[in-house]
């Protein structure tokens, strides 16, 4: 069973940096190298918001992201640790929200996620 | 902008559909319409993926299709504990996909 865990939310003032990151518990070697993820958010009260997504590095590794964190945000992973990060630039408090991982199933849906990790904006 | 209804309400043992749509245009099959589930503190859970598959584990309560130029989730026999905000994303460019605002369903 895939089990994708988060870590590295927390408080940050406005303009500053984090990482998030997230591993996966589950099949090890297999999900996160074979497999597109994606990062999706939820700011407090607020519906689900596609973040960005990174292909697979059989698929050149590409990434795409929404408008909102574009040049900002950047996804990569670690194929040999089997980990997805998440680097966060020039954050802002709109920024607050509980970020999840996925997987990206076949067709382009959002397969398995992790239980989300807390980030908060705020000066 | 994907729309939503912001709420709906279906007795227990009843059926419901919520639906997906485009502010301008319509939704076919080409956007891989997916529906996700998601109750209080709870991460989403995958329900229906490419229009009308169901994730793994997921009871045949829940349907998905295209109903006019919409998206569309029916859940027959409501249970107390469909009672969820539900999702629906669309695949709008390669790679690149929109959620809805949710739909908040109250089972009563």
């Known amino acids: 069973e895939v089990q994708l865990v988060e870590s590295g939310g927390g408080s940050v003032k406005p303009g500053g940096s984090l990482t998030l990151s997230c591993a996966d518990s589950?099949?090890?070697?297999?999900?996160?190298?074979?497999?597109?993820m994606a990062w999706v958010r939820q700011a407090p009260g607020k519906g689900l918001e596609w973040v960005g997504r990174?292909?697979?590095?059989?698929?050149?590794?590409?990434?795409e992201y929404a408008a909102p964190v574009k040049g900002r945000f950047t996804i990569s992973r670690d194929d040999s640790k089997n980990m997805l990060f998440l680097q966060m630039n020039s954050l802002k408090t709109e920024d607050t929200a509980m970020y999840y991982c996925t997987t990206v199933g076949n067709p382009a849906f959002f397969r398995q996620w992790g239980q989300g990790t807390q980030l908060t904006v705020s000066s | 902008v994907v729309t939503q209804e912001p709420s709906f309400s279906v007795s227990p043992g009843g059926t419901v559909t919520l639906t997906c749509g485009l502010s301008s245009g319509s939704v076919s099959s080409s956007y891989y319409p997916s529906w996700y589930q998601q109750t209080p503190g709870q991460a989403p859970r995958t329900l229906i993926y490419?229009?009308?598959s169901r994730s793994s584990g997921v009871p045949d309560r829940f349907s998905g299709s295209i109903l006019g130029n919409k998206a569309a989730l029916t859940i027959t026999g409501a249970r107390a504990d469909d009672e969820s905000h539900y999702y629906c994303?669309?695949?709008?460019?390669?790679?690149?996909?929109?959620f809805g605002g949710g739909t908040k369903l109250t089972v009563l």
């Open positions: 589950g099949f090890t070697g297999f999900t996160v190298t074979n497999a597109w």
């Open positions: 994303a669309l695949y709008v460019l390669s790679g690149i996909w929109v």
């Open positions: 490419s229009t009308n």
């Open positions: 990174i292909a697979s590095r059989s698929d050149g590794e590409t990434t």
